[in-house]
């Protein structure tokens, strides 16, 4: 090699690593950015602007919103700003609205499978173990069946946030035994109304906002809706002062996030992963957040609120698991239900044996620092 091979070869190597070098300084000064376009979502949520619920549904759009980074935004409306806290499933199906934060039960007069996804009978699991099924069990592979073969509708869904057992509410009277339900005007929604119809109970659905009014007007004698944080919320202690805790009507339950499925297509993948794993992140924000509410606000309803806490009657739990039997029997008729509880049952027989079996005794330890239960 000459002189001069020599010199244009190394001219050659100090060009390829100046331009090798800026390469490496404009990654560094301009990282890969997202060529995603900025997209907008008008999201309605089937809650009044006081219920905890609302909270829970503005926890999910902070983290969608703060992980997007300006390219996907949602803008949270409280149920009723554009169609009924009842109607969110119609909305977003015909585009209406973009998304809903609401729950199944809300819509199960379009189709009874969609209480099996959060308030179906009870076979023993509670509903952190129901969303177990969803996400590993074959339940999320059903709900999607239900919705594009079944149903047909244009909604995508997320299901967040595994709720407490719901109490059997809020009474005049205590109750005692099932003999003192019996008859009863009773608010309730989903399976749960067929359930205390079948256990003879006179039954009204209606949203939480409207239950107030309906005890004060005489409407309806009783009534349950969630958990001790809403109901004191919307005044449940100003008309009863009885609250039984403990139900089998409303074991397992979770919100669903639903999206208009052409306006989920459209956006670009990160996107919707950003929504999809947001509601992940919620769902556990949410319970733990529920924890503090719930267990904080029962308390306020003991000692400020005057309203009698009791555990609710053994034979109302009997009553509730045989009328469950025979629902359940009605159900299995229709094929699809019947591979829904199906796989929830195989999932349970085997999840629920495990964790019953190794937990540890919570109670006994409880007792021996906090003293007997009143239960």
Known sequence: MTKTDKKLSRRKFLRAGAVAAGATAATLAMPNVSRAQTAVLKVQGSWGA???????????????????????????????????????????????????????VYWYG?????????????FGFNANEGLGWIHNGGGRELFHE??????????????????????????????KSMADMKGLKYRTVGLAADLFQAMGLSVAQL???????????????AFEFNN????????????????????????????????????????????????QYAAEAASSANEWKGMDYYSR???????????????????VFDAEIKAWDGLIAGLAKDP?????????????????????????????AYEHHFGKLPL
């Open 110 to 122: 379009k189709h009874k499978a969609a209480s099996l996804f959060g308030t179906g009978p009870v």
């Open 146 to 175: 239900l919705q594009t073969q079944i149903m047909k509708v244009n909604i995508v869904s997320f299901f967040v946030m595994p709720m407490p057992t719901q109490p059997l509410g809020w009474f005049k009277k205590p109750v």
């Open 207 to 221: 949203p939480g906002g409207e239950i107030v009014p309906a005890m004060e007007k005489g409407v309806i004698d």
């Open 228 to 275: 001790p944080t809403s109901d004191r919320n919307f005044g449940a202690q100003d008309v009863a002062k009885n609250y039984m805790m403990g139900s089998h009507h409303q074991a397992t339950e979770y919100f669903e996030i639903m999206f208009n499925g052409t306006k989920f297509k459209a956006l670009a993948k990160e996107q919707q992963a950003i929504l």
């Open 297 to 315: 606000d029962l308390q306020t309803l003991i000692t400020k609120d005057k309203v009698n806490v009791l555990r609710t009657p053994q034979d």
């Open 50 to 104: 006081k219920d905890v619920f609302n909270e829970y549904a503005e926890d999910y759009v902070k983290r969608v919103n703060e992980m997007a980074g300006g390219r996907l935004k949602i803008d949270y409306l409280v149920g009723g700003a554009v169609v009924h806290p009842f109607q969110v499933f119609d909305g977003v199906h015909g585009g209406q609205i973009d998304a809903a934060h609401t729950v199944t």
């Open 336 to 364: 699809f239900m019947k591979k829904v509880m199906d796989s929830q049952k195989a999932w349970v027989k085997r999840v629920v044996y495990y964790g019953m079996l190794n937990a540890t005794d919570y109670r006994g």
